[in-house]
RNA sequence: GGUCCCGUAGCUCAGCUGGAUAGAGCGGCAGCCUUCUAAGCUGUAGGUCAUUGGUUCGAAUCCAAUCGGGAUCACCA
């Protein structure tokens, strides 16, 4: 990478120079800002103390030093206020250029033997896919693919939250309500049925516990006697017990849940290596309770209850295993970190999971690491921050939670009447066109929330729907669709690969870009975030459609221009299609 | 109350381990389609980087305090 390269060079010539030996940490080396003359910059002031010489004179001598014995590299210098701007010479570029200009793999890392494990999306089969539910199938979809685009083998698991008594409210409520109608009986998507009678649940629930507070009972009281709520306490335990008619509805309606669930993932894209269900792993993890109280890791109450202390790392106590025996939350976290880890022989295991469990995933770890276990280093949470309304949080009982397929649909919706209205692609048949309006309405969706720091939490105004124009996906895709435009009316000469006419300033400017590609890619892979993907797809979209408007290609003053730029245009295209794909997101042809 | 996160333009967000006059997009204003896709381009207005102190050649960035907002601390998941 060219950072490097100029970063080894100038340690070079500092050694060289004044014999001190310098780390790449002491050395900081940027693009230069476009208002001043050069291409990458050195910051002179962090080398006045142990140089002990005053910026101008060791830049000075660095610069002269680059300029005479890296003739390949660079071709000259400016020295302005503690900062050496070296202007590149061009040939690394054009080599880079010829080589890469339609490689799908340029910037991409080669294998390495480490195998990491991507959990995301983790569904409850209690109600259809929301907004924030969006964030998180997008944030793990894509960070999959920027792991292996980083050279490792990726497994992407969902562990699907199919039992509890969330899930016996939505049985108990179509027992009662339903009248044996099913989702082909009503015409509607499984997992929003379903989710309709958990809406129903809580709010026979509500007129209960307020039929009985009329009574006189206390609202604390009334919450535990309603009758709805004792029958789905009795259902939960039925399921536990394994009763065959509660068994036999719970399979019914997951199954409704599973099949819409699957429209949805297959059209936004997630899919998974491995699912794995909490009915078949909400046992797991008592075995290693049960090692964790030999070793003293763990401690036991006098109801029997299991615990573990970890005020000592600024935490509380955490119950790991009630007192009757049976598992919470953790417990069988615990085990099914230890059956990925048996199963996938991962070396790292990434959750995509929200903020609000930053807690439990600190226990969870910390937990693991108190017991030995191999993979306890290895755990990593990616928290991702909630996506609010400009009202604050989503709430589903006050029905301002943003529902995903509706959301999708307007997307897709707005995307098709945008194309009609520009009218360029009146050749393309209904699939076609189809398929166009689902690429950028939900390139649009996946870049907005793509965009942001994963950590942050992000605001998404329902009134003003998702932008078109500017800092977005269809941005990014147009400009595609427009390079794919040019090169489909001119061709471009593989053979000519000499350039010795002088770049244009632009026609630089893209080049540092694209070779930037590699170095983006590492460092969302080491972050783990997207969103700095998605900013340099934007500048690089955006520093080609300036140039577009600047120069012309298909005129450019001689064929060897007009070559030189159809393969810039070509490589930005490349860049900006697999850097798309890595955050699922298709770019089209035409638009 | 304990722990953690956040506060940058009217709005949504960038600003990496301290470095040049704090940047984008949207929205506002003014321009650009007889030339390769105007979902584009160019220009312009808009900031006490929450506040106050400290560290130093230099702070939006690091430290402390204050103010404001949020998450979490269940024998829930």
Not at 49 to 71: C, H, M, R
Not at 168 to 185: E, Q
């Amino acid at each position: 990478m060219l950072t490097d390269i100029i970063r080894s060079k100038t340690i070079k010539a500092i050694q060289s120079i004044y014999a001190i030996e310098l780390s790449e940490r002491d050395l900081q080396v940027n693009l230069t800002k476009p208002e001043f003359e050069g291409d990458y910059t050195i910051v002179l002031f962090s080398l006045i103390k142990s140089l002990k010489k005053n910026p101008d004179e060791i830049g000075n001598a660095i610069g002269n030093y680059l300029v005479e014995n890296e003739t390949a590299f660079f071709e000259s210098y400016y020295i302005i206020k503690g900062f050496l701007n070296i202007v590149l010479k061009s040939d690394f570029l054009l080599k880079m250029l010829n080589q890469h200009y339609q490689d799908p793999c340029f910037g991409k890392a080669a294998m390495n033997e480490k195998k990491i494990m991507v959990e995301y999306s983790s569904p409850n089969t209690n109600k259809p896919l929301h907004l924030g539910h969006l964030r998180n199938n997008f944030l793990g979809r894509s960070i999959a693919e920027i792991l292996k685009a980083n050279g490792y083998d990726v497994a992407k698991t969902c562990i699907v939250n199919d039992r509890g008594v969330h899930i016996c409210k939505s049985m108990i409520a179509w027992k009662r309500f339903a009248n044996g109608a099913t989702p082909s009986s009503t015409n509607k998507k499984g997992d929003h049925f379903v989710g309709d009678y958990y809406v129903m649940f809580n709010d026979a629930y509500k007129t209960e516990v307020e039929e009985l507070v009329q009574k006189g009972m206390s609202k604390a009281d009334a919450e535990k006697e309603a009758p709805i709520m004792k029958e789905t306490q009795q259902m939960l335990i039925d399921w536990e017990n394994g009763k065959p008619e509660v068994i036999e509805l719970w399979k019914t309606m997951n199954q409704w849940v599973y099949d819409g669930f699957e429209i949805t993932y297959r059209r936004i894209g997630s899919d998974f290596d491995k699912t794995y269900y909490e009915s078949n792993t909400y046992l797991l993890g008592k075995d290693t309770i049960e090692m964790g109280l030999k070793n003293d890791v763990f401690f036991k109450k006098d109801d029997g209850s299991v615990w573990i202390d970890l005020t000592s790392e600024g935490l509380d106590e955490k119950l790991v295993l009630r007192g009757d025996g049976t598992s919470v939350y953790i417990t069988q976290d615990i085990g099914l970190a230890q059956l990925k880890y048996d199963e996938f022989n991962i070396d790292q295991s990434i959750y995509v999971v929200g903020d609000e469990q930053n807690y439990h995933l600190k226990v969870l770890q910390l937990i693991c690491k108190k017991l030995g276990l191999p993979y306890a280093d290895g755990i990593h949470h990616l928290s991702y921050g909630m996506v609010e309304l400009p009202t604050g949080k989503m709430k589903s009982r006050e029905g301002t939670v943003v529902d995903a397929d509706d959301l999708i649909d307007e997307m897709v919706s707005i995307a098709a009447a945008h194309t009609q209205e520009l009218g360029k692609v009146k050749e393309f048949s209904s699939t076609e066109l189809k398929e166009l309006y689902d690429t950028i309405g939900l390139g649009a969706l996946k870049f907005f929330l793509l965009r942001v720091d994963p950590k942050k939490k992000m605001i998404f105004n329902p009134e003003e729907s998702i932008d078109f124009h500017g800092f977005t996906g269809p941005f990014i895709q147009y400009t595609h669709a427009r390079i794919k435009s040019v090169l489909r009316k001119n061709e471009l000469d593989p053979s000519m690969h000499d350039f010795k006419e002088p770049l244009h300033k632009m026609e630089k400017e893209l080049l540092i870009q694209c070779e930037l590609f590699e170095q983006t890619l590492k460092q969302a892979g080491q972050s783990l975030d997207p969103s700095t993907l998605s900013m340099y797809l934007f500048q690089l979209a955006q520093s080609f459609n300036s140039f577009y408007a600047a120069l012309s290609i298909s005129n450019a003053e001689t064929e060897q221009k007009k070559q030189l730029r159809l393969k810039i245009s070509s490589m930005v295209a490349t860049i900006l299609k697999s850097g798309m794909q890595l955050l699922g997101i298709n770019v089209p042809e035409k638009m």
